[in-house]
């Protein structure tokens, strides 16, 4: 499966990126750090990368998804990762990055965490 993302804002003010897929090397991998890129350029401060229709990742997509978690901390926002199950949340356990970034079962959870957070301007 080709790998595309969806960008969608939810209250309140919430930048939700939809990644489904498989985040491997290869071009198409750089399209998510490009849209939390865009996101942070745009002034979004609180980000959840949605991983549910993920089905596959590999070291490069481990290493793209703390690319953007460090991108994010640098602008002064918050980057949360919801909905990664099986296979691909094991990878993150395996390589111990569940440890520095904060994993949600899903994205409704991610932004009740997010609500109750305030962001640095």
């Known amino acids: 499966m080709v790998l595309s993302l969806t960008v969608q804002k939810r209250e309140p003010d919430v ?19 490009a849209a939390v890129i865009k996101a942070l350029d745009e002034g ?27 991108k994010a901390s640098k602008a002064g926002a918050q980057l949360h990762v919801a909905g990664a199950n099986g296979k ?4 993150f356990e395996i390589t111990h990055i569940d440890q520095v970034i904060r994993f949600f079962p899903n994205v ?4 009740e965490a997010l609500a109750n957070t305030v962001s640095a301007k």
């Open 15 to 33: 930048t939700v990126i939809e990644v489904s897929g498989r985040i491997t090397i290869g071009r198409e991998s750089g399209q998510l750090d």
């Open 44 to 70: 979004a401060r609180k980000l959840i990368v949605d991983l549910t229709h993920v089905t596959f990742i590999d070291s490069t997509g481990i290493g793209i998804v703390a690319y953007c978690f460090g």
């Open 88 to 91: 691909v949340m094991e990878v």
């Open 108 to 111: 409704d959870s991610a932004c």
